[in-house]
């Protein structure tokens, strides 16, 4: 068997592997957030486009509500990320180089994370790597117009759906163009501005959206960027986030794209294959880097880049290791030390397994662990204190991911009203994330005509709220002895009442603090 039948196997495999673990792991908080966009589909949302919520709807929609249904997509996404490398590769730089990127690509932690998990990453990385791919298309056909031009606009637009960050190919396909004399001819052609058109188009949802919510998303991604205070440097953040890329793509892996980053940009100045992928790696490299300078952003951010980095970089050392040993054992030792990496990441309980007592608080999959044991002992907790107090509760969690996690989890999971989640989060004067937007237990209702309700459901601006005077449940993951402030202006009285303890394997896993809040009273915030 060829080298290519041997990937196109493994990939098969681990597909068929991806979608049978899917299932057998709880959601993350992230998931279950976006599955609960899916059920209340908008043009945008508070952070993100329609992209993730509309695929997530989909997903649900053919395979159920479960684990397996709302991540379905994300184990085909990986698989179509990874053909859709192999090919361009091979355009490239030849068959060899292709079946060793992508095998590099599954030897790095974060893409077997992003192969089993459905969050915004995946719906990213696989248009971010369809655009540049039909871009080097576009260009090969230069200067004559081709359908490979307002194909690039539309996955870049869709990326842009799913992540903001997407339109940074706009700037990488500008830079493909302006540093190769050849190709800046495409400024005087239609192509590039049919692209452009294109993208433009899908753009319209999250603007119509913002329009209509005081464009709230780029008040968020300024603060989200650090860019809301005054300029500073802190190289302890800069180093932080440097650091954490070669957690998550392996230290050898990612010291690897390093030495790539080195030699490729000597390379760049006589070919137009490695100023290419360059354009395609360095603008979204060079942005989070410069922001980290004051504050660390997550390794994931610049994960798209990484698609033309990784090419370069198997093309780079693939030519090294055919001439010199040490090089061999370089990549032979980076594929390896990646590999366990990325199964102990998928797998951390491997671990637990050789008598390693890993504790939760440092495992990164402990997110993903027992939130249906928590939905259920808060469950049978609630319905004890609601047959002792004689009336029911509503639930409030600590933040979005925990809110929504309980809700996907709770059998019983009751809804106050049309629209209304199972579980809110605390009241706020200002958007902090997309359950402002949803009916919430702090806002006022108009009056139905000719109705009137009770007198003790008016409020001082004389609208109607039906949670007056009743008793909240507030959940907190964190180890708060007393409930935030917004919980107790809100309530006649604010009590700890119960404390859970969850395990795992013997170990401490999560803690969660229940606490009566009684007499809803409603405050100006």
Same mark, same amino acid.
């Given at each position: 068997?060829?080298?290519?039948?041997?990937?196109?196997?493994?990939?098969?495999?681990?597909?068929?592997?991806?979608?049978?673990?899917?299932?057998?792991?709880?959601?993350?908080?992230?998931?279950?957030?976006?599955?609960?966009?899916?059920?209340?589909?908008?043009?945008?949302?508070?952070?993100?486009?329609?992209?993730?919520?509309?695929?997530?709807?989909?997903?649900? &929609?053919?395979?159920?509500?479960?684990?397996?249904?709302?991540?379905?997509?994300?184990?085909?996404?990986?698989?179509?990320?990874?053909?859709?490398?192999?090919?361009?590769?091979?355009?490239?730089?030849?068959?060899?180089?292709?079946?060793?990127?992508?095998?590099?690509? &599954?030897?790095?932690?974060?893409?077997?994370?992003?192969?089993?998990?459905?969050?915004?990453?995946?719906?990213?990385?696989?248009?971010?790597?369809?655009?540049?791919?039909?871009?080097?298309?576009?260009?090969?056909?230069?200067?004559?117009?081709?359908?490979?031009?307002?194909?690039?606009?539309?996955?870049?637009?869709?990326?842009?759906?799913?992540?903001?960050?997407?339109?940074?190919?706009?700037?990488?396909?500008?830079?493909?163009?302006?540093?190769?004399?050849?190709?800046?001819?495409?400024?005087?052609?239609?192509?590039?501005?049919?692209?452009?058109?294109?993208?433009?188009?899908?753009?319209?949802?999250?603007?119509?959206?913002?329009?209509? &919510?005081?464009?709230?998303?780029?008040?968020?991604?300024?603060?989200?960027?650090?860019?809301?205070?005054?300029?500073?440097?802190?190289?302890?953040?800069?180093?932080?986030?440097?650091?954490?890329?070669?957690?998550?793509?392996?230290?050898?892996?990612?010291?690897?794209?390093?030495?790539?980053?080195?030699?490729?940009?000597?390379?760049?100045?006589?070919?137009?294959?490695?100023?290419?992928?360059?354009?395609?790696?360095?603008?979204?490299?060079?942005? $989070?880097?410069?922001?980290?300078?004051?504050?660390?952003?997550?390794?994931?951010?610049?994960?798209?880049?990484?698609?033309?980095?990784?090419?370069?970089?198997?093309?780079?050392?693939?030519?090294?290791?055919?001439?010199?040993?040490?090089?061999?054992?370089?990549?032979?030792?980076?594929?390896?030390?990646?590999?366990?990496?990325?199964?102990?990441?998928?797998?951390?309980?491997?671990?637990?397994?050789?008598?390693?007592?890993?504790?939760?608080?440092?495992?990164?999959?402990?997110?993903?662990?027992?939130?249906?044991?928590?939905?259920?002992?808060?469950?049978?907790?609630?319905?004890? $204190?609601?047959?002792?107090?004689?009336?029911?509760?509503?639930?409030?969690?600590?933040?979005?991911?925990?809110?929504?996690?309980?809700?996907?989890?709770?059998?019983?999971?009751?809804?106050?009203?049309?629209?209304?989640?199972?579980?809110?989060?605390?009241?706020?004067?200002?958007?902090?994330?997309?359950?402002?937007?949803?009916?919430?237990?702090?806002?006022?209702?108009?009056?139905?005509?000719?109705?009137?309700?009770?007198?003790?459901?008016?409020?001082?601006?004389?609208? $109607?709220?039906?949670?007056?005077?009743?008793?909240?449940? $507030?959940?907190?993951?964190?180890?708060?002895?007393?409930?935030?402030?917004?919980?107790?202006?809100?309530?006649?009285?604010?009590?700890?009442?119960?404390?859970?303890?969850?395990?795992?394997?013997?170990?401490?896993?999560?803690?969660?603090?229940?606490?009566?809040?009684?007499?809803?009273?409603?405050?100006?915030?």
């Amino acid at each position: 068997m060829t080298a290519r039948g041997f990937l196109f196997l493994f990939l098969g495999a681990l597909t068929a592997l991806r979608l049978v673990l899917i299932g057998q792991v709880e959601l993350s908080p992230d998931e279950a957030y976006y599955y609960q966009w899916s059920e209340r589909l908008d043009w945008s949302y508070f952070s993100k486009g329609p992209g993730i919520a509309v695929a997530i709807w989909l997903s649900t &929609h053919l395979a159920g509500v479960s684990e397996f249904g709302v991540r379905l997509f994300s184990p085909l996404l990986a698989l179509g990320t990874s053909l859709l490398m192999f090919s361009f590769a091979r355009r490239l730089y030849g068959e060899s180089v292709a079946v060793w990127t992508v095998v590099m690509m &599954h030897c790095t932690p974060i893409f077997q994370v992003g192969g089993l998990v459905m969050t915004i990453d995946p719906l990213s990385i696989f248009f971010w790597m369809a655009a540049m791919y039909t871009c080097w298309l576009a260009l090969e056909r230069s200067p004559a117009f081709s359908l490979w031009w307002p194909a690039t606009g539309l996955f870049i637009g869709l990326g842009f759906l799913a992540k903001y960050t997407a339109a940074m190919q706009l700037l990488s396909v500008l830079l493909a163009i302006a540093i190769v004399p050849k190709y800046r001819r495409e400024f005087r052609q239609p192509g590039f501005y049919t692209m452009l058109a294109v993208f433009a188009l899908c753009t319209v949802p999250p603007l119509v959206w913002n329009a209509q &919510h005081d464009w709230i998303t780029a008040v968020h991604l300024r603060a989200r960027g650090g860019l809301d205070g005054g300029f500073g440097l802190n190289l302890g953040e800069w180093l932080s986030f440097v650091g954490a890329h070669f957690g998550v793509y392996s230290p050898l892996i990612f010291a690897g794209f390093c030495a790539a980053l080195w030699w490729g940009l000597r390379a760049a100045r006589h070919h137009s294959r490695p100023q290419f992928l360059l354009a395609f790696a360095v603008p979204l490299f060079a942005l $989070y880097l410069i922001l980290a300078l004051k504050q660390a952003g997550e390794a994931n951010w610049t994960a798209p880049a990484t698609l033309s980095l990784g090419l370069l970089a198997t093309a780079l050392w693939h030519e090294k290791a055919r001439e010199h040993a040490w090089a061999r054992k370089f990549c032979i030792s980076a594929l390896l030390l990646g590999g366990v990496l990325s199964a102990i990441t998928v797998q951390t309980d491997l671990l637990r397994t050789l008598g390693l007592p890993l504790p939760y608080s440092r495992d990164p999959s402990a997110r993903l662990r027992g939130r249906e044991s928590a939905a259920e002992r808060i469950a049978e907790f609630r319905k004890a $204190y609601e047959k002792e107090l004689g009336e029911p509760v509503f639930l409030i969690a600590n933040n979005y991911g925990a809110a929504a996690s309980l809700a996907f989890y709770l059998k019983d999971a009751r809804v106050e009203g049309p629209g209304h989640p199972p579980v809110y989060v605390p009241e706020s004067a200002f958007p902090e994330n997309q359950y402002y937007f949803w009916p919430r237990y702090d806002e006022n209702l108009d009056l139905p005509a000719g109705e009137r309700p009770p007198d003790e459901y008016y409020t001082e601006e004389m609208g $109607y709220n039906p949670f007056l005077g009743r008793t909240a449940l $507030y959940i907190t993951e964190r180890g708060e002895e007393r409930a935030p402030s917004s919980i107790r202006r809100g309530f006649g009285s604010v009590e700890m009442i119960a404390c859970l303890d969850l395990q795992r394997r013997g170990q401490p896993l999560r803690q969660l603090r229940i606490f009566a809040c009684r007499n809803y009273k409603q405050v100006d915030l």
